[in-house]
């Protein structure tokens, strides 16, 4: 914005407030300018529009035509600027506006847009724009005020809250299984290894178990860079998968796949933790605030049942009986 309409814009707040107050003297004390300086502001205001806004004598100030026509003019915008104050005041004091969200595609689909509901039924003020790419953000350019990310360190120029931890699962499907035997982490390296990727043709994937450690590199004669994807494929037997568990889930839970290795705890592409990053500001909008809050203890609910069924599934497979009350 040029420098002069600035300047007539201050101005014209000062020739309102002096209008309003009936005065020069008036209008400095509510400004806290001295009687000159706000006489100066008027004259220069008139100098620029070329018109004379007020008659001035020893016992009174009037509005000349113009002036009045320019009050009318001021008053409506300064109307407007407090209409817009009171709004952006309400921003800040409860959860409402639009919130642009960016997830992974998977993440998104699978963990955040179930709790979309529950969110939109307790915040009925806040209007969602999910956006699921599977690609680096820049927040400030794409005008996103939140990214859900799978990492394994934030950017430094991002605030940035850890929503849940990410745990890993190499799978397959019985059929696929049958006749091979996999004790090792060693014995992937016979079978064919489904990951996401985008160009390598081979992988290393590791794992710990305990204070063991093993590396082991991998082969497959498919790589893509979607992780539901690698799941179709590995339930169609096309071979053995490593994938977050999220993404799998269900699949491990009706039978359709089988854990391979459960003893061992395998190491992901994307790190150990799901963030929710967003830029630095002096005040959080209370609409980013409530959905990170919610999301994270929505996470850690699911995370929690996850953790339960796990410990169901393998006491079930010792032959101990678990009631499932409470």
């Given at each position: 914005?040029?420098?002069?309409?600035?300047?007539?814009?201050?101005?014209?707040?000062?020739?309102?407030?002096?209008?309003?107050?009936?005065?020069?003297?008036?209008?400095?004390?509510?400004?806290?300018?001295?009687?000159?300086?706000?006489?100066?502001?008027?004259?220069?205001?008139?100098?620029?529009?070329?018109?004379?806004?007020?008659?001035?004598?020893?016992?009174?100030?009037?509005?000349?035509?113009?002036?009045?026509?320019?009050?009318?003019?001021?008053?409506?915008?300064?109307?407007?600027?407090?209409?817009?104050?009171?709004?952006?005041?309400?921003?800040?004091?409860?959860?409402?506006?639009?919130?642009?969200?960016?997830?992974?595609?998977?993440?998104?689909r699978l963990c955040v847009a179930p709790a979309l509901p529950d969110f939109l039924a307790a915040y009925p003020e806040v209007r969602v724009q999910l956006a699921l790419l599977d690609r680096m953000v820049d927040l400030a350019?794409?005008?996103?005020?939140?990214?859900?990310?799978?990492?394994?360190?934030?950017?430094?120029?991002?605030?940035?809250?850890?929503?849940?931890p990410i745990r890993y699962v190499v799978c397959a499907a019985p059929a696929y299984l049958a006749g091979r035997t996999v004790a090792q982490p060693r014995d992937l390296a016979a079978l064919n290894c489904l990951f996401y990727g985008y160009q390598a043709q081979t992988d290393d994937w590791a794992f710990t178990r305990g204070a063991e450690r093993e590396t082991v590199k991998v082969r497959g004669n498919v790589i893509v860079n979607s992780s539901e994807v690698v799941r179709d494929l590995v339930l169609a037997g096309v071979g053995v998968g490593l994938v977050a568990r999220y993404a799998v889930e269900a699949e491990l839970r009706d039978g359709r796949l089988v854990s391979v290795l459960p003893d061992w705890t395998a190491a992901g592409a994307f790190g150990p933790s799901a963030w929710a990053m967003w830029l630095p500001q002096p005040h959080l909008p209370p609409k980013i605030r409530a959905f990170v809050d919610f999301l994270a203890a929505r996470l850690d609910v699911a995370q929690a049942?996850?953790?339960?069924?796990v410990q169901h599934r393998g006491l079930s497979a010792l032959g101990i009986s678990v009631d499932s009350a409470g």
């Open positions: 914005m040029d420098k002069s309409l600035l300047e007539q814009m201050e101005d014209m707040a000062v020739f309102t407030m002096v209008v309003e107050q009936g005065s020069f003297s008036g209008a400095g004390r509510r400004l806290g300018l001295v009687k000159s300086a706000v006489s100066k502001r008027v004259d220069r205001l008139e100098r620029g529009l070329g018109v004379k806004l007020l008659q001035r004598s020893t016992r009174a100030l009037s509005m000349t035509e113009a002036g009045q026509a320019l009050h009318a003019r001021t008053r409506q915008s300064m109307g407007l600027l407090e209409e817009a104050r009171s709004e952006l005041a309400q921003l800040h004091q409860a959860p409402r506006g639009l919130l642009r969200v960016t997830a992974s595609v998977a993440f998104g350019e794409e005008g996103y005020d939140l990214a859900l990310r799978l990492t394994r360190t934030p950017p430094d120029a991002v605030v940035a809250r850890a929503l849940m049942r996850e953790a339960d069924a």
